[in-house]
């Protein structure tokens, strides 16, 4: 927060239009501190919304969102998600999704889909890195080539219950903690994969499932926040209900007993992911601001 204040007060005086990325958790005070002072020296603010928890912020509150999303040039929404839940409140929104360089994601069609899962997010909570174990232990009931690769920096005591339940289960040589990977380093590990996993409790539109789609990889979610904003179920990936691994085992056995299936998601997702080209994001990003 000190090296915000302090880069702002360094370039406010160069400043035509501050970008400020706002999220529902500590972030959100980040935002709302960030935004008065554009508010105090009359410099026009966009928050790009991200956190798929922001709407139960605004419920929570509602006065201090007003201070931040009101008085803003515009609000940036990667997700129809978000633009709902902002333009049900009040607040002006205009959606620009999340970009990748599609040039570095590789295209892989998965024909043949092996019990191979991969898991990239930061280890914590919100995104309940336990379920991935929990449906692993699902799936190491039916079939005996299952492995999990969970790729992420720690970010708090979840990878306790991780490791707790990885030694209660039995499940060491299944299972492999990678630690946060550069993304270059773990786009290259992704080809030995068949399925992605994405276990959050709360999400917008993450640019992993992004990336995993433009590789080609099927991806299994929960349906929470604006991943049905991003995921067709049955067509560009596979959607289930929030901390139910049961499910999430049942739908990525779907995929490994239906090889066409598999395939199907994986060609659609690659063009859906396309739709989020930086070319194409960067036209909507120029409109706003100017070239």
Known sequence: MAEMICKFFINSGKIDILLIDTYGTL?????????????????PYVPILHGGSLPQRIKA????????????????????YLKEAFSGAGFPTITIPNFINLK???????????????????????YNPAM?????????KKFHNVSLCMIGPVKDKSIDECHSIVKKLDLSDKIEFKGRLEKSEW????????????????????VSLIEAMALGLPVVSTNVGGIPYLIDDGETGLLVERDNAEEMSAAICR??????????????????AEEFDVGKVMEQWKNLLGD
């Open 187 to 206: 786009i290259a590990l992704s080809k030995d994969f068949d399925i992605f996993l994405n276990t959050a409790n709360y999400d917008n539109t993450p």
């Open 255 to 272: 995929l490994i007993e239906n090889p066409a299936l598999a395939a199907k998601i994986s060609t659609n997702a690659r063009i859906k």
């Open 27 to 43: 972030n959100f005070w980040y935002a709302l501190i960030i935004s008065q002072l554009a508010n105090w020296f009359k410099i």
């Open 104 to 126: 570095k994601y590789g295209f892989k069609k998965r024909i043949v889909v092996d019990a191979r899962i991969l898991w990239v997010r930061s280890i914590e909570d919100v």
């Open 132 to 140: 991935a174990i929990k449906t692993l232990a699902f799936l190491n």
């Open 61 to 80: 509150n509602p006065r201090l969102c007003k201070m931040i999303f009101s008085k803003s040039l515009k609000n940036i929404a990667p997700s129809g």
